[in-house]
T-cell receptor, first 113, second 113 residues
Framework: GQQLNQSPQSMFIQEGEDVSMNCTSS?????WLWYKQEPGEGPVLLIA?????ELTSNGRLTAQFGITRKDSFLNISASIPSDVGIYFC?????????????FGKGTKLSVKP | DAGITQSPRYKITETGRQVTLMCHQT?????MFWYRQDLGHGLRLIYY???????DKGEVPDGYVVSRSKTENFPLTLESATRSQTSVYFC????????????FGPGTRLTVL
């Protein structure tokens, strides 16, 4: 079945640093989504990407849909303490049950003030 | 503006007991989903529903039963709970399947003793 590899698994950074994380898929996706989950809460959508090569920003967050359709990247610029949480990528393939989302295992971000 | 709610937020039960987790959404979204979240596995789809009285299995359906008699509700039942079903359960909804993003509830933390 489809698999998503998300890396890194965790990051410990200093406030003000930039962050980069990525997801790669074993198959082609038509949608990439990035979610953030804070402790005790459900995932919240940050950015949605629907087109290969698409680059979309949401404040200090920027995500890209890879040209190969098999990867996506999320960058956070000038991190702040409230960026702490787990970031998940999710992708959707083509046809049938592949309309369902496949989730990465998450990147846990810790920010030191 | 309730959105999507889950109840209970926390539940402790014993092996062999039946447990029902509730999910309610106020957006009139067509699709609803149940995921479980475990360390090392990320989010895995249990069941989903395209509309009232239409449900389908996800990646990990064994040991779970769902129903959807009304569009706004999507209960998940563990007919005979096992320790391996200790997890955090998230309900989500979306208007469509292939192009629309999913919005998540706050989660139910279930412990099976």
């Amino acid at each position: 079945g489809q698999q998503l590899n998300q890396s890194p698994q965790s990051m410990f950074i200093q406030e003000g640093e930039d962050v980069s994380m990525n997801c790669t898929s074993s198959s082609i996706f038509n949608t990439w989504l990035w979610y953030k989950q804070e402790p005790g809460e459900g995932p919240v959508l940050l950015i949605a990407l629907y087109k290969a090569g698409e680059l979309t920003s949401n404040g200090r967050l920027t995500a890209q849909f890879g040209i190969t359709r098999k990867d996506s990247f999320l960058n956070i610029s000038a991190s702040i303490p409230s960026d702490v949480g787990i970031y998940f990528c999710a992708g959707r393939g083509y046809g049938g049950s592949q309309g369902n989302l496949i989730f990465g295992k998450g990147t846990k971000l810790s920010v030191k003030p | 503006d309730a959105g999507i709610t889950q109840s209970p937020r926390y539940k402790i039960t014993e092996t062999g007991r039946q447990v029902t987790l509730m999910c309610h959404q106020t957006w009139s979204h067509s699709y609803m989903f149940w995921y479980r979240q475990d360390l090392g596995h990320g989010l895995r789809l249990i069941y989903y529903s395209a509309a009232a009285d239409i449900t389908d299995k996800g990646e990990v359906p064994d040991g779970y039963v769902v129903s959807r008699s009304k569009t706004e509700n999507f209960p998940l039942t563990l007919e005979s709970a096992t320790r391996s079903q200790t997890s955090v359960y998230f309900c989500a909804s979306s208007q469509g399947l292939r192009t629309d993003t999913q919005y998540f509830g706050p989660g139910t933390r279930l412990t099976v003793l």
